[in-house]
Structures are given as C-alpha cells and as structure tokens.
C-alpha cells in the first residue's frame, strides 16, 4: 500500500505549520504502508493541483491530507468537505474567494473515505485527544479536502481521501495566552497512528462519534 501524506506551507503569519513539521517526521514505512509526503501551498487551486499532480506521478492507494487548526485543542478527523470557499485572510498567492464553489458542476459535498472512526479510537489509545470535526472550514483545508475527494470520485479513481486537522505547536502559542497546543512528538505519534488505522482498516468501525448541537 502506498499513502500520499500532504501537509501545508506556513500562513497568516505564523513562521511554521504543523502540518508539514510533523509530515516531515513521519516514518517512511508504517504497517508495512510506504509513505510518500508532499509539501503544499496555502493557496486556493495550486494545492489542489500540486496534490493531483503527485497523484499522477506515485499513484497512490490512500491520500492523507494534514493542516493546521490554530485554536482547536486535538486532533481533528474531518468528516466532509463541502463544495464552497469563503476565505477569512487571502491565502498564500493573495487569492482571498467568498461564497464560491470551488467545483461549479460539483455535488455540495463529499465525505472522507478513509475509516474516521477507527483513526479517533486508535490515536486515542495513544493518550492523544482526538475526535471527529464536522466541518474542516471554508479556507485552504476545506478546499483541498473537497478538491481531492471531488478528483477522485469524478475520475472514478480506486483511491481513498480524507483530512486530519492538528492544533498548534507549542512554539506558536507562547505568546498566544489561554490558545490550546500539542507538542510535535505527540503530533508525529498521533499521524502516524492514524495511518497506521487506515492500513489495518478497510471499512470503518461503527461506534459514535456525533455531537448534539
Ligand atoms: N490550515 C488552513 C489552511 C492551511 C492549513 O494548514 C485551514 O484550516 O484551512
């Protein structure tokens, strides 16, 4: 099995981004699973693009994508992607889309193939917090979510996608008071958990992970 890990560029001012540190650190084999890690742009539709290109080139069985969610205190499986970009800040080329779709013959949304379930119940069993996220944004990690999702259900590709939100690094809180972090050891381990869940499981498993309101 071959996993495609992408992981983002440094945004909205901040001199790192978690994602790509902890891809960076990641094992190049994990449960017998060869990984292959891809560096991304903050940008609407070159991240998207760089991604397919990629896909293109290592055919991948399984694309892991990772971002950063400042703010948010675990790990985070997304759910679904939905068809719209609405960026807060420009992105990295300066581009800054408000209520647009990203695919305009797109159906509104498509969910994560990868087993969420299963990846929350094994980084928890690391003693890494973790759990499923309804909504990965409308910025950048939305856009490559629903962007690969949409790729490979349109070109009927055997591939599974999915997207993992990571807090902040330590480093980036320190002068951020009462702002949540995880250390980068803890994050690698968490990552590296969650694809070892995607090799060992084909389907999902069935146990809750909703929210009421
Ligand atoms: N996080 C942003 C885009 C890049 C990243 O790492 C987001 O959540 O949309």
Known sequence: MRILVTGFDPFGGEKVNPAFEVIKRLRDSIEGAEIVKLQIPTAFYSSINKIIEKIDEVNPDVVLMVGQAGGRFDVTVERIGINVDDARIPDNENQQ????????????????TIPIKAIVQDIRAKNIPA????????????????????????????????????????????????????????????????IAAVVKNDKDINVTGGTVC
């Open 97 to 112: 889309p408000v209520d647009k779709t990203i695919d305009s013959e797109g159906l509104p949304a498509h969910f994560a």
């Open 131 to 194: 759990s499923i996220s309804n909504t990965a944004g409308t910025y950048v990690c939305n856009h490559v979510m629903y962007g690969i999702l949409n790729h490979i259900y349109k070109n009927e590709l055997n591939m599974k996608a999915g997207f993992i939100h990571i807090p902040f690094l330590l480093e980036q809180v320190i002068a951020k008071p009462n702002t949540p972090a995880m250390s980068l050891e803890t994050m690698v381990a968490a990552i590296e958990a969650a």
